[in-house]
Structures are given as structure tokens and as C-alpha cells.
């Protein structure tokens, strides 16, 4: 493993000299590559990748944009790079198998969704200590978190409910049943609106943060797609609340959902088997992972077009991109 | 561990529980029992296949864990009570389990046995099949009160063969055994193959006249006996070996008289579940099981967690412990559940068949998927696997 290592480092030195300083990075983890793929988010180019441990799957970057963190799930840790170098630093105890996680509005701390145990573990990503274990539902995954840093939202895949834990308190609040295999939490800016994914039941549940309930479920129906190929994973909001892009997983499909109506406006054609979504800070374009086409496609958000697509490395399962 | 229960009771006092009430401070228990009727036999080919004591039951302790982390926060307890028999005496552990109330009953046992329990029973539970694969069983002979968890052979056939139509291999060279279950199977690969467009050039018996199998000489045997027997068949694609009574087949791979693949009860194997399998989540769901069992996941655990899921999936879904809900809710359109097989499944009305995708496996891998994509159908994809509504016999 030492050859390929080596390889990466040089090939990633090179490229890094010739980068204009003002474009953003977009980062993607190859759950199977075991790297990280690095896009100039100007000229989208890919720029250059670097290992990032076992199974690498949640990406998310600090605020500040210093410190960018990777669920390195069969190392059972969270690595911890600065998006400068791509230099590892340090890394943050997650416990076992850690998948998806969310950072606190604040940018401390973390909290990671331990798949295997049923477990939501919070990390003080100063002090790098775990701050508590919070036991959920079976196979936590989805991690949400409200603007206004109050609570934070798991969703846990067999036992099919968005749990609401308050962020003070670390305790459970309230628990709402949804469709089956909820794979993600996302709240618009307003904290008005929570969206919850599900896989397998094909749906998106819209909560209302206040009263913790449905107030609609928004289902999917795209011409020659089987329904049972329509699996909700990855979403993402515009910041004005108005656009809501929800990826369709095996559909191949990015749906676009009116933030206000709750309905489907459109469907943009992607990679294969998308799963994860992230914007640029100026949400001029969003990035989608396809694991099984092995590329990333870029959605220009005001067009609703697909203008390119990116070769990454193996299975591309997550994305964030830097905020400077 | 003492620190998170405290945490998770902090948590269950703050819960306001705005989409259902709890039913005061107890949970209300809900109770199955997995019922495994062994029958002395030769033991298997491999020795990598021996039964383990904890066949079946392992997958159940995980779908009770499983059901009982979601059950927390419903206000519900699972138990599933584990009993062995044999075919002389499961009707008496029946018994035993009707008479102290226990209303979904888990078998694992052949066709007779199962039947003949689901008479037993009557209305009194529901009997929630996880092994018996005939298809008289979702047929001439199926039952009101039985709900097939584990695919049936016609499903298993259908499988296999739409994969080998999809790859333009489509002269089979069928081998039987001679055992009345080897039979069943027989025919659903005849059925496949007049289903999918393939054509069956020729049915061949194994007797099986018993003998040493797993003597040190015998893979001397066996590389002598197999070319022979399989000597002489019309031009083929494939062989389809047909031995649910685990006698032959496994020893045909590499050992056939014409260099052709071996797909069925070996080679290219359609099963429910498969250690390997990492598609859909399964990695943590197999990570799971390994860690509370000890060993890989086998077909019977599966099918058992899957048939013990449905039973939570139900509870949460109706939010009910009340154990005619609970069945009314499973027989209902309403009942979906999530099996690691990257799409809902869903019970078969006109015969209690759950639909599922079937793996298609070699030794070390999955190999594929079936339902493969090119085979539609005007409802679910997962109906071009087995008998069809305008096709079943079965009537309730």
C-alpha cells in the first residue's frame, strides 16, 4: 500500500502549485478507494486525491473551512486533514463505525452516528473528548442539525424514526416514525421545514420542527423508472428555502422539490446510484456522488442543468466543499 | 453500558410522544416463538455446511435486539421463545407453545412438517414459514394462517433462469436426484425454463444408493464416477443440478464430462442470503449478526431475523401489541418491510409468499441479482420471480 500512498502525495504536490487561490475545493470520499478526491470547483477539474483511511463515507469541513473531517468508518475514528496540505492532523474517537455525522452550527461539536452500536456519540473537536453516547434507534445513519444549533436529528435505518435530540440536554425529545430506511436529515435555513429521506420506502417526509410531525410526505414518480429503483438518500436545500434537491439513488436522478409547495418540479438526470449532495458556498452549483458510475455530476443550480461529470475514484459516497 | 441505560431512560421520561401514547410505564411484551424441527440425516457434502446448534435462532436474537431498540421507543417488548423438535414431536411442541398463548410461531422444517403444524394451529397463530421451500405449499396446499418468509423453489428457479436467459444460456442439461423434494425442484427448473424460453436437453436421474461420501478416498470416486455419469448429453449450455437432498451436486463443478458451468444446488447457487453480500447496507447487518453469533450469516438466520422483523415492522407500523392487529396488519397492502435487499418487501395476496430478490451466488461472492432488469411485469418486478396471481392454485 506504501507505492500507491507515495504516488497519490507527488501526484497531488504537482497539481496543487498550479491552483488559482480564489476557487473553492470539493472534496469526495471513495468509500471503496479508501481516498479522497479533490475538484478545483472553478474549472472542475479534478486536482489531485489523497488516502484517507478505511471506508471512508462522511465528509464535512469546520466553518472556518481549517479543519475537514472524514468518517473513516472501518478505522472506527474520524480522521481529521487540513484542507490546505491534505495532511492528516489528528484524529477524534467517533465509535464503532461511524457513517454519517453533522457539526454543531457552531463548528463544536461533532456528532457522529455510530452505525453498529445504535449509538449517536458527540465530540468536542477542541478538546477531542467524547461528550456523551446517546443510544437510538437500530442503525443510526442520517445526521440533521437545526439552524439555531438546538437540536439534532438521527435517523436510524431499521427502526424507521427521526429522533430528536436536544443538543443541551443530549437526550432524546421526541421521535417521529417514518418510511422505511430513513438515510437522512436536512432542515432549511428558516428551521421551518425538516426533510427526512427514505430509502425504501421512496419517499420524503416533510416534518414541522415545532410540533414534530408530518405535514406532507412527498413521493416520486419519473416515466421508465421502476418505483422500486426510486430510493431517496442524499438532500440539500438552497439557503432562501425555495429549492430542495433530493438525490434518487439507483433512479439515477436528482428530484427538484418547490421548498414551499412540497412539490416535484423536476428531475435531472446523473451518474448512477447518486447518493450524496453538496453545494458550493455561493450555491451556484451542486455536486452529487454517483457510487456505481464512479464520477461526480455538477447540477448548476439556477439552470436546474447538469453540465458536466467527473471521474473520481472508487464508489464516491460523500461530499463537502470548502467554504473559502 | 450502565451509563447509556440511564441516558435512554432520561430520554423516555422527556419524550412527549407526539405520534402515539404510551401505554403506561410497562412495555407491553409481545411474544413469538421460532420453532426448528430437526430431522437426523447424513450430515452435508461440506464440511463448511454442518448445521450449527444456534442454526435459525441466531437470526432471531437479532431481530428480537433489533426489534427491541425500536421497541423502546413504542413502549414494546419482544421475546421469541427458541424450541427444538423432530418430526415425531413438534406437533406436541406446538401444542405447548398454542397453549401458553403464543400467537406467531417461526418454523423451521421441511414441507410435510410445516404443513402439518399450519393444520395444526388453525387460526389459534400465525405460522410464519422461514425454511419449507415447495411450491404445493404456496399452492394445492397453502394455508390461510402461513406466511412464506423463505422463497419457494418456483422463486429460486425463476431466478436462476432469468439470469441464464440473460446470457443467451439457454440449453440446459438437467440433473435430478431422487428424493421426492429433489423432485419439487426438478420441476420448477422445467417450469422456469418453459417460462423464460429455455429448453431442458436432457433429464437425468442420480439415484442416490447411498455409500461412503465423505470417506478419505472419496474425491478419488468421485473424479472417476462424475465424468462418467455425466458422460453423453446432448449439446448444453449449463447443468442444472437439482439436489435438495444435498446427495451430488456439489460434486459436480469441474468434474463433468463436457467443460460447461454447473448452476443450482451448486455451481451458481440461488439463495435468500449470502455471507458476502455488502449491497444495500447488508455490511453493518452482517457485521451485526457476526458479532452476536460468532459465524457468518446462513439462510436460516436470515429468513428467521426477516420473519421476526416482520413482526416488529408491524408492531411499530401499527402501533399495536394486540396480536390480531398484528396479523391483520401483516396480511394487509399496507405491510412493507426493509430486508437488506434494496427494496421493499411486501406479502403476495393470493398466497402469503413474501417477494424478495434473490441472490445468485457462487462459492465466495454474489454473482448477481435476480429479478434481472430486462424481465418486466405490469405490477412488481418481483413477480417475475415464482407463481403469479393468474397462475397460483392456491385458494383460501
Same mark, same amino acid.
Given at each position: 500500500?506504501?507505492?500507491?500512498?507515495?504516488?497519490?502525495? @507527488?501526484?497531488?504536490?504537482?497539481?496543487?502549485?498550479?491552483?488559482?487561490?480564489?476557487?473553492?475545493?470539493?472534496?469526495?470520499?471513495?468509500?471503496?478507494?479508501?481516498?479522497?478526491?479533490?475538484?478545483?470547483?472553478?474549472?472542475?477539474?479534478?486536482?489531485?486525491?489523497?488516502?484517507?483511511?478505511?471506508?471512508?463515507?462522511?465528509?464535512?469541513?469546520?466553518?472556518?473551512?481549517?479543519?475537514?473531517?472524514?468518517?473513516?468508518?472501518?478505522?472506527?475514528?474520524?480522521?481529521?486533514?487540513?484542507?490546505?496540505?491534505?495532511?492528516?492532523?489528528?484524529? @477524534?474517537?467517533?465509535?464503532?463505525?461511524?457513517?454519517?455525522?453533522?457539526?454543531?452550527?457552531?463548528?463544536?461539536?461533532?456528532?457522529?452516528?455510530?452505525?453498529?452500536?445504535?449509538?449517536?456519540?458527540?465530540?468536542?473537536?477542541?478538546?477531542?473528548?467524547?461528550?456523551?453516547?446517546?443510544?437510538?434507534?437500530?442503525? %443510526?445513519?442520517?445526521?440533521?442539525?437545526?439552524?439555531?444549533?438546538?437540536?439534532?436529528?438521527? !435517523?436510524?435505518?431499521? !427502526?424507521?424514526?427521526?429522533? /430528536?435530540?436536544?443538543?443541551?440536554?443530549?437526550?432524546?425529545?421526541?421521535?417521529?416514525?417514518?418510511?422505511?430506511?430513513?438515510?437522512?436529515?436536512?432542515?432549511?435555513?428558516?428551521?421551518?421545514? @425538516?426533510?427526512?429521506?427514505?430509502?425504501?420506502?421512496?419517499?420524503?417526509?416533510?416534518?414541522?420542527?415545532?410540533?414534530?410531525?408530518?405535514?406532507?410526505?412527498?413521493? /416520486?414518480?419519473?416515466?421508465?423508472?421502476?418505483?422500486?429503483?426510486?430510493?431517496?438518500?442524499?438532500?440539500?436545500?438552497?439557503?432562501?428555502?425555495?429549492?430542495?434537491?433530493?438525490?434518487?439513488?439507483?433512479?439515477?436522478?436528482?428530484?427538484?422539490?418547490?421548498?414551499? !409547495?412540497?412539490?416535484?418540479?423536476?428531475?435531472?438526470?446523473?451518474?448512477?446510484?447518486?447518493?450524496?449532495?453538496?453545494?458550493?458556498?455561493?450555491?451556484?452549483?451542486?455536486?452529487?456522488?454517483?457510487?456505481?458510475?464512479?464520477?461526480?455530476?455538477?447540477?448548476?443550480?439556477?439552470?436546474?442543468?447538469?453540465?458536466?461529470?467527473?471521474?473520481?475514484?472508487?464508489?464516491?459516497?460523500?461530499?463537502?466543499?470548502?467554504?473559502? | 453500558?450502565?451509563?447509556?441505560?440511564?441516558?435512554? @431512560?432520561?430520554?423516555?421520561?422527556?419524550?412527549?410522544?407526539?405520534?402515539? &401514547?404510551?401505554?403506561?410505564?410497562?412495555?407491553?411484551?409481545?411474544?413469538?416463538?421460532? +420453532?426448528?424441527?430437526?430431522?437426523?440425516?447424513?450430515?452435508?457434502?461440506?464440511?463448511?455446511?454442518?448445521?450449527?446448534?444456534?442454526?435459525?435462532?441466531?437470526?432471531?436474537?437479532?431481530?428480537?435486539?433489533?426489534?427491541?431498540?425500536?421497541?423502546?421507543?413504542?413502549?414494546?417488548?419482544?421475546?421469541?421463545?427458541?424450541?427444538?423438535?423432530?418430526?415425531?414431536?413438534?406437533?406436541?411442541?406446538?401444542?405447548?407453545?398454542?397453549?401458553?398463548?403464543?400467537?406467531?410461531?417461526?418454523?423451521?422444517?421441511?414441507?410435510?412438517?410445516?404443513?402439518?403444524?399450519?393444520?395444526?394451529?388453525?387460526?389459534?397463530?400465525?405460522?410464519?414459514?422461514?425454511?419449507?421451500?415447495?411450491?404445493?405449499?404456496?399452492?394445492?396446499?397453502?394455508?390461510?394462517?402461513?406466511?412464506?418468509?423463505?422463497? &419457494?423453489?418456483?422463486?429460486?428457479?425463476?431466478?436462476?433462469?432469468?439470469?441464464?436467459?440473460?446470457?443467451?444460456?439457454?440449453?440446459?442439461? +438437467?440433473?435430478?436426484?431422487?428424493?421426492?423434494?429433489?423432485?419439487?425442484?426438478?420441476?420448477?427448473?422445467?417450469?422456469?425454463?418453459?417460462?423464460?424460453?429455455?429448453?431442458?436437453?436432457?433429464?437425468?436421474?442420480?439415484?442416490?444408493?447411498?455409500?461412503?461420501?465423505?470417506?478419505?478416498?472419496?474425491?478419488?470416486?468421485?473424479?472417476?464416477?462424475?465424468?462418467?455419469?455425466?458422460?453423453?448429453?446432448?449439446?448444453?449450455?449449463?447443468?442444472? #443440478?437439482?439436489?435438495? #437432498?444435498?446427495?451430488?451436486?456439489?460434486?459436480?463443478?469441474?468434474?463433468?464430462?463436457?467443460?460447461?458451468?454447473?448452476?443450482?444446488?451448486?455451481?451458481?447457487? %440461488?439463495?435468500?442470503?449470502?455471507?458476502?453480500?455488502?449491497?444495500?447496507?447488508?455490511?453493518?447487518?452482517?457485521?451485526?449478526?457476526?458479532?452476536?453469533?460468532?459465524?457468518?450469516?446462513?439462510?436460516?438466520?436470515?429468513?428467521?431475523?426477516?420473519?421476526?422483523?416482520?413482526?416488529?415492522?408491524?408492531?411499530?407500523?401499527?402501533?399495536?401489541?394486540?396480536?390480531?392487529?398484528?396479523?391483520?396488519?401483516?396480511?394487509?397492502?399496507?405491510?412493507?418491510?426493509?430486508?437488506?435487499?434494496?427494496?421493499?418487501?411486501?406479502?403476495?395476496?393470493?398466497?402469503?409468499?413474501?417477494?424478495?430478490?434473490?441472490?445468485?451466488?457462487?462459492?465466495?461472492?454474489?454473482?448477481?441479482?435476480?429479478?434481472?432488469?430486462? /424481465?418486466?411485469?405490469?405490477? &412488481?418486478?418481483?413477480?417475475?420471480?415464482?407463481?403469479?396471481?393468474?397462475?397460483?392454485?392456491?385458494?383460501?
Amino acid at each position: 500500500m506504501t507505492l500507491p500512498v507515495a504516488r497519490h502525495a @507527488l501526484i497531488l504536490t504537482l497539481c496543487l502549485a498550479a491552483t488559482p487561490v480564489l476557487a473553492n475545493r470539493v472534496f469526495v470520499t471513495n468509500e471503496k478507494g479508501n481516498d479522497v478526491t479533490v475538484i478545483d470547483s472553478e474549472t472542475l477539474e479534478v486536482i489531485g486525491s489523497f488516502p484517507a483511511g478505511n471506508r471512508p463515507r462522511g465528509i464535512t469541513i469546520s466553518p472556518d473551512g481549517k479543519e475537514l473531517y472524514v468518517c473513516a468508518s472501518d478505522d472506527d475514528l474520524v480522521r481529521v486533514f487540513d484542507p490546505e496540505t491534505m495532511q492528516e492532523t489528528h484524529t @477524534l474517537p467517533s465509535g464503532p463505525d461511524p457513517e454519517l455525522f453533522v457539526l454543531h452550527p457552531s463548528g463544536n461539536p461533532l456528532y457522529i452516528a455510530n452505525e453498529d452500536d445504535n449509538l449517536v456519540t458527540v465530540v468536542d473537536t477542541e478538546t477531542r473528548q467524547v461528550l456523551a453516547e446517546i443510544p437510538v434507534g437500530v442503525e %443510526p445513519e442520517g445526521m440533521g442539525v437545526s439552524p439555531d444549533g438546538k437540536f439534532v436529528i438521527n !435517523t436510524s435505518e431499521t !427502526t424507521n424514526m427521526a429522533h /430528536f435530540i436536544d443538543t443541551e440536554t443530549y437526550e432524546i425529545v421526541a421521535n417521529v416514525l417514518v418510511d422505511s430506511r430513513p438515510r437522512f436529515a436536512q432542515y432549511n435555513d428558516a428551521g421551518t421545514k @425538516l426533510y427526512v429521506t427514505s430509502e425504501i420506502g421512496g419517499t420524503v417526509s416533510v416534518i414541522d420542527p415545532a410540533t414534530q410531525t408530518i405535514t406532507t410526505k412527498i413521493g /416520486f414518480d419519473i416515466p421508465g423508472v421502476l418505483p422500486e429503483a426510486i430510493q431517496p438518500v442524499g438532500a440539500r436545500v438552497t439557503s432562501d428555502g425555495k429549492t430542495v434537491f433530493v438525490a434518487l439513488g439507483p433512479a439515477n436522478r436528482v428530484a427538484v422539490v418547490d421548498g414551499e !409547495t412540497d412539490e416535484v418540479i423536476d428531475y435531472l438526470l446523473v451518474g448512477q446510484r447518486v447518493w450524496q449532495l453538496g453545494f458550493s458556498p455561493d450555491q451556484k452549483y451542486l455536486f452529487t456522488t454517483n457510487g456505481n458510475s464512479n464520477d461526480v455530476s455538477v447540477i448548476d443550480v439556477a439552470a436546474r442543468e447538469v453540465i458536466k461529470s467527473i471521474p473520481v475514484g472508487q464508489q464516491p459516497w460523500g461530499v463537502v466543499v470548502a467554504p473559502n | 453500558m450502565f451509563r447509556r441505560i440511564i441516558i435512554l @431512560l432520561a430520554g423516555l421520561a422527556a419524550m412527549s410522544g407526539p405520534a402515539w &401514547s404510551q401505554q403506561g410505564a410497562d412495555p407491553v411484551l409481545i411474544r413469538a416463538a421460532v +420453532l426448528r424441527v430437526d430431522n437426523p440425516g447424513l450430515p452435508p457434502i461440506s464440511r463448511l455446511e454442518l448445521p450449527t446448534e444456534d442454526l435459525g435462532f441466531a437470526g432471531a436474537r437479532l431481530a428480537i435486539e433489533d426489534n427491541d431498540t425500536t421497541g423502546r421507543f413504542m413502549g414494546q417488548d419482544f421475546e421469541a421463545v427458541e424450541v427444538t423438535a423432530t418430526s415425531d414431536t413438534a406437533a406436541a411442541e406446538m401444542d405447548k407453545l398454542l397453549a401458553d398463548g403464543i400467537q406467531f410461531v417461526v418454523v423451521l422444517a421441511d414441507d410435510a412438517t410445516t404443513l402439518a403444524l399450519a393444520d395444526q394451529t388453525g387460526d389459534r397463530a400465525l405460522i410464519l414459514n422461514a425454511q419449507a421451500r415447495g411450491d404445493n405449499l404456496r399452492g394445492a396446499d397453502c394455508r390461510f394462517n402461513t406466511v412464506h418468509v423463505a422463497p &419457494s423453489h418456483a422463486m429460486m428457479a425463476d431466478a436462476l433462469a432469468q439470469f441464464l436467459v440473460w446470457k443467451q444460456w439457454q440449453d440446459w442439461f +438437467l440433473i435430478k436426484g431422487s428424493h421426492p423434494q429433489d423432485q419439487d425442484l426438478a420441476q420448477a427448473f422445467q417450469r422456469a425454463a418453459t417460462k423464460f424460453g429455455a429448453k431442458i436437453v436432457e433429464e437425468r436421474l442420480y439415484e442416490d444408493t447411498g455409500g461412503a461420501r465423505r470417506t478419505d478416498s472419496g474425491h478419488v470416486q468421485v473424479q472417476k464416477q462424475m465424468p462418467v455419469f455425466t458422460q453423453r448429453a446432448p449439446e448444453h449450455d449449463v447443468l442444472i #443440478a437439482a439436489d435438495e #437432498a444435498d446427495i451430488f451436486a456439489a460434486y459436480l463443478p469441474y468434474q463433468t464430462w463436457d467443460p460447461r458451468p454447473v448452476a443450482g444446488s451448486a455451481g451458481l447457487v %440461488p439463495r435468500s442470503w449470502h455471507p458476502a453480500m455488502e449491497a444495500w447496507g447488508a455490511t453493518q447487518f452482517q457485521n451485526r449478526f457476526e458479532k452476536l453469533a460468532g459465524r457468518n450469516m446462513r439462510e436460516a438466520d436470515y429468513q428467521t431475523w426477516l420473519a421476526l422483523r416482520m413482526l416488529g415492522e408491524a408492531a411499530t407500523r401499527s402501533q399495536s401489541a394486540d396480536p390480531a392487529v398484528l396479523k391483520d396488519f401483516i396480511l394487509s397492502d399496507r405491510f412493507e418491510v426493509a430486508g437488506f435487499k434494496g427494496q421493499k418487501l411486501t406479502v403476495r395476496d393470493w398466497d402469503h409468499q413474501l417477494r424478495q430478490p434473490i441472490l445468485l451466488t457462487t462459492g465466495l461472492l454474489m454473482a448477481s441479482v435476480s429479478p434481472q432488469d430486462q /424481465f418486466l411485469h405490469q405490477t &412488481s418486478a418481483l413477480d417475475t420471480l415464482g407463481i403469479d396471481r393468474p397462475e397460483t392454485e392456491c385458494s383460501f
